[in-house]
């Protein structure tokens, strides 16, 4: 009985492995581009292009990092990018922070309450949350505020 499971799966394991399905059994948005013969099934071809795809993407990033262009990554080139990186990210946490503070440069409870998902928390959460970003306790949350909480948390 044992080798006759075995043999088994080992039949139908390449069987299965064929198919795989994402979800409601669609391909996926982001996959959608890349199943060019639209037959809604990345078979290998599509496979092998966005493996080529995400090898040329890493090579750029590379060489990106790379600032010297010797083909070596030191330290001092990694911390620069760490550091692009950050700066990249937190403006764009600004620009958030803008589009829900307004004029005023700050987010009351309300406009907090905008962002999606917030409104649905309950009160003792939305309250635990709201402590912890507003660190002066001045009813509002300052950029600065926003964006000590989002370094730390």
């Known amino acids: ?3 006759f499971l075995l043999l088994l799966t ?3 394991t390449p069987v299965f492995a064929q198919e795989k399905v994402f979800g409601d059994g669609s391909l996926p ?3 959608k581009h890349f199943d060019t013969n639209t037959d809604g099934i990345i078979d290998e071809e599509e496979r092998q292009a966005i493996r080529d795809l995400r090898a040329k993407l890493r090579e750029e990033k590379r060489t990106s ?7 070596e990554i030191s330290k001092n080139e990694v911390a620069i990018a760490r550091a692009t990186l950050r700066e990249q990210i937190e403006q764009r946490r600004l620009e958030k922070f803008s589009s829900i503070a307004g004029e005023d440069d700050l987010i009351s ?6 962002i999606p998902g917030v409104n649905t928390l309950p009160d003792f959460i939305f309250d ?4 912890r970003l507003d660190a002066d306790g001045s009813g509002a949350i300052s950029p600065e505020e926003f964006l000590l909480r989002l370094r730390t948390h």
């Open 65 to 71: 990092i790379d600032l010297n262009q010797d083909g």
């Open 10 to 12: 080992a039949i139908a």
């Open 128 to 131: 635990a949350i709201w402590s």
């Open 29 to 31: 948005d982001f996959l």
């Open 109 to 114: 409870p309300e406009e907090y309450m905008t």
């Open 1 to 3: 009985m044992r080798t």
